[in-house]
């Protein structure tokens, strides 16, 4: 038989059939579902009189619109609120085969309880209104973000319509000098390929830096597959893969996981197949990265300085770099490090899970934060995480450093709820996106790794960490 | 969704590439469980000077003046002209429905993001991709010749300037096309292969019944 890659495999796997014009009916075996992209799918599933087709194929948070403070308030925003009961009413009618809601211990970031619950399993199509839904492909699975008409679709019948896309392979090798993380590496990939590099494209990542990695960095990469452009982001399954998996509440166990465990082995590109495009990158050269305009490719390493619009000769891309840097309030040619910040957010389906913390707890232990800096805020990923996290005294650490410790949720990624930027204010962010307003209007983000984000909150001002290894 | 087959109208130039859906709606805006009424705030803070809130009347709201959907000759555009990666970011559908809910019924630009170009066929949104070239000599005709307008034929796969002088053709899926063309509820079309789902789900849950 053919060499197959390992997005062939999950794909095939999964057509029920073909369309005329090689548009596949393609079978979900997860549905996540969160509460903003879901109320006006089930309202169009009870308008049309239909009923879900595996209610046990939905597993269910609400994070987008919770608080992170207070919660013994409850949610004081009522349009929130409403999104947030909407979401409870709508599970409580249809059923779900787990549903994490507002205040559950287990609640938290939809892309981090779904691995932690054992939810996201290799070779399964998960599916998410939501594009970071790609984070799940850390796990070999075939996962990839949806809009609201498609959540509906999924929900009345447990396929979707969609068309193979094309693949890519980006293979790093080398090693990561110390304190250069899979973020470092997902942001230095983006500035090379461009936010639309992968467009139309699956990209599968390998090679030894991937292997190198926790089940925590593979999910930082494929989470920002999307950053990329491209839909879904997957790495092979390996001993690190079934270690992580095994044990989880909703994971296989006894004789029924020994024969899942043989079959997920199976899952990885065959020697010898081919991709449409490859990219390979030298790990060992990467340096910590650090974004400085309103785009995830407009990244630069530590040691860089702001480019200067002067120096780029397509006029297009020149008004862009310009309208980034008014907007970000940057002078060209600035030092990266001489860039002074006001708040930091470590958080996000891309840096919240336990190793994210513990890195970012690792560049403070016995220093404070800066006085320029008005806020810093630590918002776990999960219930799970965050009980992790105090079992270590990790709690401790951010709160001595004078960091604020919150509840879990999507929180300051993407501003919904109170925690926002004001108006010009500059933060270093471990989220995934520095689009304009993206985490409040005027706000200015800088997208980092953890260690760099909790170094710049000690300096004031961005700093290249791997001085403080 | 409302079918599409031939319309004409006013091309509003949006001259950014980039543009995220964070862009197009903001989130304050995602909080609404419905899907109509987010036209007001389609591109809120480039539109309005003050900061956007749900529930304000957009009538009272100072609006920037430099922005282009604000300029009086592209009032009433239907066809938004804009440049590539159009719709990057977040999978929220809540922007196709704030274009349509605006008044766009057609998008043309050189390349667009992957969900939103789903998002936008499921609504009855006609994403038409051009050349870089193509968009280029559209973004200078529609900037020298106010009231420009352009119809579009999905059928046909063309768009034209009125007086025919100029046409361009664009692919597009057949299958998509046809769903577009009559506005099907493709739900519908998928559930009458109801019993070839229920066979795969079927022989899939016995083979690998750690899934169900
Ligand atoms: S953490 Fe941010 S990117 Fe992730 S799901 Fe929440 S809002 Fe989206």
């Known amino acids: 038989m053919d060499s197959r890659t390992l997005y062939d495999k999950l794909f095939d796997s999964h057509v029920v059939r073909h369309e005329a014009d090689d548009t596949a009916l393609l079978y979900i075996d997860r549905h996540l579902v969160h509460e903003v992209t879901s109320p006006q799918a089930f309202e169009g599933l009870r308008l049309a009189g239909r009923k879900p087709w595996r209610a046990q194929s939905i597993v269910a948070t609400a994070d987008h619109n919770t608080p992170t403070k207070d919660w013994a308030l409850g949610i004081r925003d009522p349009v929130s609120r409403t999104q947030v009961e909407t979401l409870d009413a709508n599970i409580r009618a249809v059923g779900a085969k787990a549903y994490f809601p507002f205040l559950d211990r287990r609640q938290g970031i939809v892309h ?358 | 969704m409302e079918p599409f087959r031939i319309h004409t109208g006013i091309v509003a130039p949006l001259d950014r590439a980039n543009v995220d859906t964070d862009a197009i709606i903001p989130k304050q805006f995602l909080k609404s469980i419905k899907r109509s009424g987010f036209g007001p705030n389609l591109f809120d803070e480039w539109r309005y000077l003050d900061r956007g809130e749900p529930g304000q009347d957009p009538s009272t709201r100072p609006r920037n003046s430099d922005f282009v959907l604000n300029h009086p000759r592209y009032h009433g555009a239907s066809i938004l002209l804009a440049r590539r990666n159009f719709g990057c970011g977040s999978s929220r559908e809540h922007a196709p429905w704030a274009l349509l809910d605006y008044g766009f019924r057609a998008l043309i630009a050189p390349s667009f993001a992957d969900i939103f170009y789903n998002n936008c066929f499921k609504n009855g949104l006609l994403p038409i991709v051009l050349s870089e070239n193509d968009v280029d000599r559209l973004f200078h005709a529609v900037k020298a010749f106010p009231g420009f307008r352009l119809t579009i034929d999905l059928d046909a796969q063309s768009v034209h300037t009125s007086d025919g002088q100029h046409a361009y053709r664009f692919h597009v899926e057949p299958f998509r096309k046809q769903c577009l063309l009559h506005g099907h509820d493709d739900i519908a079309l998928t559930l009458a292969h109801a019993d070839e789902i229920r066979a795969f789900e079927t022989k899939r849950l016995a083979e690998q019944p750690w899934l169900a």
């Not at chain 1, 492909?137 to 068309?163: D, M, N, P, W």
């Not at chain 1, 065959?270 to 495009?277: K, M, V």
């Not at chain 1, 891309?350 to 630590?378: F, P, Y």
């Open chain 1, 112 to 469: 981090v309880i779904g691995p932690e619950s054992g939810a996201t399993l290799p070779g399964m199509t998960v599916v998410c209104g939501d594009s970071h839904t790609s984070t799940h492909g850390a796990f070999a699975a075939l996962a990839f973000g949806i809009g609201t008409s498609e959540v509906e679709h999924v929900l009345a019948t447990q396929c979707l319509l969609t068309k193979k896309a094309k693949s890519m392979l980006i293979r790093a090798d080398g090693k990561l000098a110390p304190g250069v993380t899979a973020k470092d590496l997902i942001l230095a990939i983006i500035g090379r390929i461009g936010t639309a590099g992968g467009t139309g494209y699956a990209i599968e990542f390998a090679g030894d830096t991937v292997r190198a990695l926790s089940m925590e960095g593979r999910m930082t990469m494929c989470n920002m597959a999307i950053e990329a452009g491209a839909r879904a982001g997957m790495i092979a399954v390996d001993e690190r893969t079934l270690n992580y998996i095994q044990g989880r509440p909703l994971a296989p166990a006894g004789e029924l996981w020994d024969r899942a465990a043989a079959y997920w082995r199976t899952l990885m590109s065959d020697p010898g197949a081919t991709f449409d495009l490859t990219h390979t990158i030298d790990a060992a050269s990467v340096r910590p990265q650090v974004t400085w305009g309103t785009s995830p490719e407009m990244v630069v390493s530590i040691e860089d300085r702001v480019p200067d619009p002067d120096r780029e000769r397509d006029q297009s891309r020149r008004d862009w770099m310009e309208r980034a840097l008014t907007y970000m309030g940057l002078e060209p040619n600035t030092l990266i490090t001489d860039i002074r910040i006001d708040k930091v957010f470590i958080g996000s389906c891309t840096n919240s899970r336990i190793e994210d913390l513990r890195q970012a707890a690792a560049m403070i232990r016995g220093r404070h934060i800066a006085d320029n800096v008005k806020l810093a805020l630590v918002v776990p990923g999960s219930g799970p995480v965050k009980a992790q996290a105090e079992a270590e005294g990790l709690d401790r650490v951010f709160r001595d450093a004078g960091f604020e410790w919150r509840e879990p949720g999507c929180s300051m990624c993407l501003a919904m709820n109170d925690d926002r930027l004001e108006p010009g204010e500059r933060c270093a962010s471990t989220s995934n996106r520095n689009f304009e307003g993206r985490q409040g209007a005027g706000g200015r983000t800088h997208l980092v790794s953890p260690a760099m984000a909790a170094a710049a909150a000690v300096a004031g001002r961005f700093v290249d960490v791997r001085r403080l290894f």
